[in-house]
C-alpha cells in the first residue's frame, strides 16, 4: 500500500464505496463525486486493464478504446508491477 495515499479522507472515502450495494447507487455516487470526464476515464483504465489480460495488443487496445499508448502503458505496468488489484477484481469477477 501507497503510504502517500493513506490517510483518513481516502479511508472515509474507501468505506463510503464499500457501504454501495447495488450499481445504481455505484452510479449515484460516482456521478456525484466524480465529473464525467473522470469516471469515464477511470472506465477506459479498467477496459483497457481488462484487454491486456486477454493479450490484445496496444494498438487493438487503442483502437478500441481510444486510449493513449501512454495510458495503456501505464495500465500495462501496474498490471506486471504494481499492487495486484486489478487482478484481485478480474478474479473476483470471473
Known amino acids: ?3 502517500k495515499l493513506k490517510n483518513d479522507s481516502v479511508d ?3 468505506n463510503a464505496v464499500l457501504c454501495l450495494k447495488t450499481k445504481e447507487e455505484c452510479y449515484t455516487f460516482f456521478e456525484d463525486l466524480c465529473t464525467v470526464n473522470e469516471l469515464l476515464s477511470l ?3 479498467f477496459e483497457v486493464a481488462a484487454m491486456l489480460k486477454s493479450h ?11 486510449a493513449s499508448t501512454a495510458t495503456i502503458s ?3 505496468r501496474s ?3 504494481g499492487n ?3 487482478n484481485m477484481i478480474f478474479e473476483r469477477l470471473s
Open 1 to 3: 500500500m501507497n503510504k
Open 12 to 14: 472515509q472515502l474507501f
Open 43 to 45: 472506465s477506459q483504465r
Open 56 to 66: 490484445k495488443t496496444y494498438l487493438e487496445i487503442a483502437e478500441k478504446t481510444g
Open 74 to 76: 501505464r495500465v500495462n
Open 79 to 81: 498490471l506486471n508491477y
Open 84 to 86: 495486484d488489484g486489478y
